[in-house]
T-cell receptor, first 117, second 114 residues
Framework: GAVVSQHPSRVICKSGTSVKIECRSL??????MFWYRQFPKQSLMLMAT?????????EQGVEKDKFLINHASLTLSTLTVTSAHPEDSSFYIC?????????????FGPGTRLTVL | GDSVTQMEGPVTLSEEAFLTINCTYT??????LFWYVQYPGEGLQLLLK?????DKGSNKGFEATYRKETTSFHLEKGSVQVSDSAVYFC?????????????FGTGTQLKVEL
């Protein structure tokens, strides 16, 4: 199946710093990618839809100035957590559908564990 | 809006027992339905899917049938193994987000013991 990678797999940073997380589709092009946040023992919460060539679409309650998304190419989307605080500590996961068609299978990255001290 | 409800866990079973994890949904139109599995320390993997009513998705001994009349997509396996221990997520894609925006249930943790 298709492969989606994320980098880094885990990161520890100090409060107030910014952290960039990369999501890459390795063997297919993705005009759309999705960013999720998963709290311990809970489900995935969709944060935003990353669109190649246009602005990201954020879900209600997600601060777009805090969680900056850039879909730089057809294989790369980045999520930057700006001025991170301990409450931003979480597991961040990206996904991408292979063709963009409705109901298309999405492939998930392995996730990035962010810990803000 | 779209929503997915699945049974709370954890579900603890003995090896070779029969598994059912219930999932019901609310959505406009005809969503596609999915089961994803997350093994400890790993990312989500697609387990199976069904894109229209009465379709049966199957993989690795797991099955789920798209029941429009009961808006359900229950996951079943006839004989579970210890290696099936994981968190299972029911999900759907509806009309929003170009048909690719996934709405997840809360996940059900399965523990299989010898």
């Amino acid at each position: 199946g298709a492969v989606v990678s994320q980098h880094p797999s885990r990161v520890i940073c100090k409060s107030g710093t910014s952290v960039k997380i990369e999501c890459r589709s390795l063997d297919f092009q993705a005009t759309t990618m999705f960013w999720y946040r998963q709290f311990p023992k809970q489900s995935l919460m969709l944060m935003a839809t990353s669109n190649e060539g246009s602005k990201a679409t954020y879900e209600q309650g997600v601060e777009k100035d805090k969680f900056l998304i850039n879909h730089a190419s057809l294989t790369l989307s980045t999520l930057t957590v700006t001025s991170a605080h301990p409450e931003d500590s979480s597991f961040y996961i990206c996904s991408a559908p292979t063709s963009g068609g409705a109901g298309d299978t999405q492939y998930f990255g392995p996730g990035t564990r962010l810990t803000v001290l | 809006g779209d929503s997915v409800t699945q049974m709370e866990g954890p579900v603890t079973l003995s090896e070779e027992a029969f598994l059912t994890i219930n999932c019901t949904y609310t959505a406009t139109g005809y969503p596609s339905l999915f089961w994803y599995v997350q093994y400890p320390g790993e990312g989500l993997q697609l387990l199976l899917k069904a894109t229209k009513a009465d379709d049966k998705g199957s993989n690795k001994g797991f099955e789920a049938t798209y029941r429009k009349e009961t808006t359900s997509f229950h996951l079943e396996k006839g004989s579970v193994q210890v290696s099936d221990s994981a968190v299972y997520f029911c999900a759907l894609t509806g009309l929003t987000g170009g048909g690719n925006k996934l709405t997840f249930g809360t996940g059900t943790q399965l523990k299989v013991e010898l």
